[in-house]
């Protein structure tokens, strides 16, 4: 079993900053973790992800301006998100996977407004 849950999220206006966090669990150790993002009426896109060497890797729409990184010892994976736009507004999940199947949290909202 399989259990994360992310915090964090808010209302913020264009510019301004917000760090999420996703805490995971599981008796198995966990390797990749990644956020993904859901805006209204559009699919779940990937955002970013991180490895458990700290290999990581950002969508171009996001690079330059967040950045991700992991606490292993408190199993928590960080999306620091700077200089947010009013497109970034989504519901962000973070997502790991493990023998086969994938595990999400149940996501944490973020509205930036212009």
């Known amino acids: 079993q399989v259990q994360l849950v992310e915090s964090g999220g808010g209302h913020v206006q264009a510019g301004e900053s917000l760090r999420l966090s996703c805490a995971y669990s599981s008796m198995y150790t966990i390797n990749a973790v990644a956020w993904f993002r859901q805006a209204p009426e559009k699919e779940r896109e990937w955002v970013a992800d991180?490895?458990?060497?700290?290999?990581?890797h950002l969508a171009s729409s996001v690079k330059g301006r967040f950045t991700i990184s992991r606490d292993n010892g408190k199993n928590i994976v960080f999306l620091q998100m700077n200089n947010l736009k009013p497109e970034d507004t989504a519901v962000y999940y973070c997502?790991?996977?493990?023998?086969?199947?994938?595990?999400w949290g149940h996501g944490t909202q973020v509205t930036v407004s212009s």
């Open positions: 991180i490895s458990s060497d700290d290999l990581t």
């Open positions: 997502k790991t996977r493990k023998f086969g199947f994938d595990y």
